[in-house]
């Protein structure tokens, strides 16, 4: 019993405020009407009823007294007269005369047939709720002594209450009518202003903060509250464009500072989809010396500018070099000396993974190391035709998982006409229409079968797969020629 209770209660706390108040307003009307009809009718009723049985009581009285000045002439004859009243009355429905002896001497109707017994019973229980009000009382006259018995019809009253139960219900039903519209404006007046302000509410969550609250409806409460939401909305707004426009500097200022393509000895190309207008990607590539060029590409974790701010960071040290006691022509010193300095717990435990890699362009000898990262993939081309793929990656620990961890490298020999794409996640973990997850192998084989065309066909292919067409985390792909 307690458990449904709470269900209803669950089910009543889901429904519209609109609905509620109604549903609340209108149960107190319906109730309040019923009580209301309820003691009005029976309250006329009774008034009726008490007319009714004084009626009866004067009009018995006064046919008793009548009897019994009639009888004291000694002639049953004038028994007629009262008879003849009893036929123009009409509330008698029966009058029985008895004598002394018990007996019943006459009737009206002549036909009645009622025993002495039942009527003597009748006359001590009867009250104007039966369909007949009996009443009963001992005559003396010079001729005949008894008792004189005297049913009235309770018909009218019957009529009466069906006639006040029509009155009363079709006022009452007015009346509700009335009451509930009234209900249904005064609601609306009061939910109208929280419905439009909870609209505005929910479209500027969506980002639309050009929506506003009415003002002017709903009394002045509800008035007040809007007026100081449209308030807020409206510093939010420019709260939100000022930040916007922060944040765009600092998009702007994290494109300035990502490479320019290279096209001589080796061409080194790239694109950069962040899902916001900062990312947690960034790469770079610079010349160690002239034979010597480093290649980095890292992801931090999450988005925004938290994750901006993290990977720049990581940028800025490896473009102006500028970590100590590291040697950055050896990946794993690199890495290693980026796990110290960008451990989690200094870093809002914001973390990143990273590939980075040392190319000799006189040797065609590449060195690297990934942290956490995919591994790059090499494809080679060959004079039969057939494509080779190679997978460049080291099995390390991603940047700030601990602080005192060693980190290897392994190094590849290239050959002219050898293609390295290196890569961030947000390229590959993709739901694809069926609702499955793009597998690594194909993956591999997108990029396999895409090493001759344009970077962004590769990326409008891989979007494709997606069930959104879109991806939705940054991405980050490199293309390294070597020629």
């Known amino acids: ?132 009000y009996l009443l009963s009382s001992p005559y003396n006259s010079k001729l005949l002594s008894g008792v004189l018995f005297i049913g009235y019809s309770t018909k009218e009253i019957r009529e009466y209450e069906k006639k006040a139960l029509t009155d009363v219900g079709v006022i009452s039903l007015i009346v509700l009518i009335i009451l509930i519209t009234v209900i249904l404006f005064v609601v609306g007046g009061i939910t109208t202003p929280l419905e439009k302000l909870k609209y505005a509410s929910d479209r500027i969550r969506s980002g639309d903060f050009t929506s506003r609250a009415g003002e002017n409806k709903g009394g002045i409460e509800i008035s007040t509250v809007s007026k100081a939401f449209n308030l807020m909305v409206e510093k939010l707004t420019s709260t939100q464009k000022e930040l916007q426009k922060e944040i765009s500097e600092a998009g702007m200022f994290v494109a300035s500072i990502l490479p320019e393509p290279i096209n001589d000895i080796v061409k080194v190309e790239w694109r950069f989809t962040p899902t916001r207008e900062l990312g947690g990607d960034a790469f770079g590539y610079h010349y160690l010396d002239e034979n010597n060029l480093a290649i980095y590409l890292l992801d931090a974790s999450g988005h925004g500018v938290g994750s901006a701010l993290l990977s720049v960071s990581a940028i800025n040290i490896l473009r102006t070099e500028s970590l100590l006691n590291t040697d950055f022509y050896n990946p794993s010193s690199v890495l290693g000396s980026l796990n110290k300095v960008f451990q989690m717990e200094r870093n809002a435990d914001k973390y990143f993974t990273m590939w980075y890699g040392v190319l000799n362009l006189k040797t065609n000898e590449i060195v690297f190391s990934s942290a956490g990262h995919p591994p790059a993939i090499l494809i080679r081309e060959s004079t039969s035709g057939t494509n080779e793929l190679f997978q460049l990656g080291t099995k390390n620990n991603f940047i700030g998982f601990l602080p005192n961890i060693e980190f290897t490298h392994s190094a590849f020999s290239l050959q002219p006409c050898d293609s390295i794409y290196i890569y961030s996640d947000g390229l590959f973990e993709i739901i694809k229409q069926d609702g499955k997850i793009l597998s690594q192998s194909e993956f591999l084989e997108i990029i396999y079968n895409s090493n001759t065309i344009d970077l962004d066909e590769i990326l409008l292919k891989l979007r494709k797969q997606h069930v959104n067409d879109m991806f939705t985390d940054d991405c980050a792909l490199l293309r390294i020629k070597i020629k």
């Open 1 to 132: 019993m307690i458990s449904r209770i709470k269900t209803y209660a669950q089910r009543f706390s889901n429904i519209k405020l609109r609905t509620k108040l109604v549903l609340i307003g209108s149960s107190f009307v319906v109730l309040t009407s019923f009580f209301i009809s309820f003691y009005v009718i029976n309250l006329q009723r009774k008034l009726f009823v008490e007319s009714f049985s004084k009626t009866a009581e004067n009009s018995f009285q006064t046919v008793r007294v009548g009897m019994e000045e009639i009888l004291s002439l000694e002639s049953y004859e004038t028994l007629e007269k009262i008879f003849t009243i009893a036929k123009n009355e009409k509330y008698f429905d029966f009058i029985v005369i008895t004598n002394q002896f018990n007996e019943i001497v006459a009737t009206y109707p002549d036909s009645l047939e009622i025993s002495l017994n039942e009527l003597s019973r009748k006359a001590k229980y009867s009250s104007p709720q039966d369909s007949t």
